[in-house]
């Protein structure tokens, strides 16, 4: 089984700035692509940031410009820094990874937990 702690939730004032964490654990050929999710009560959750193996990232319209996608391979981490954030943002940030448990088999999708980041205005 695999495995994604998230850690680096809480709460800030708007302008302020989070670094969220998740960590991947567990038996598995290769991590894919990963990515940050969010979703906020009564709505549906929605991309905030993704990248892939390679490094390449790909922004929702919201974000570009204030959060900042990065992974650390030989860790298994991928992280979410959080800039100037503001009331919209506050959700329940959840932790996406694709990932081949052996070499012959598809990419399944694993969910970290979910932390929680609020910002007070």
């Known amino acids: 089984q695999v495995q994604l702690v998230e850690s680096g939730g809480g709460l800030v004032q708007a302008g302020g700035s989070l670094r969220l964490s998740c960590a991947a654990s567990?038996?598995?050929?290769?991590?894919?692509?990963m990515g940050w999710y969010r979703q906020a009560p009564g709505k549906q959750r929605e991309l905030v940031a993704h990248i892939t193996s390679g490094g390449s990232t790909d922004y929702a319209d919201s974000v570009k410009g204030r959060f900042t996608i990065s992974r650390d391979n030989a860790k298994n981490t991928v992280y979410l820094q959080m800039n100037s954030l503001k009331p919209d943002d506050a959700s329940v940030y959840y932790c996406?990874?694709?990932?081949?448990?052996?070499?012959?088999?598809?990419?399944?999708?694993?969910w970290g937990q979910g932390t929680q980041v609020t910002v007070s205005s």
């Open positions: 996406n990874a694709k990932v081949q448990r052996t070499l012959i088999t598809w990419e399944v999708d694993y």
């Open positions: 567990g038996r598995f050929f290769v991590i894919n692509a």
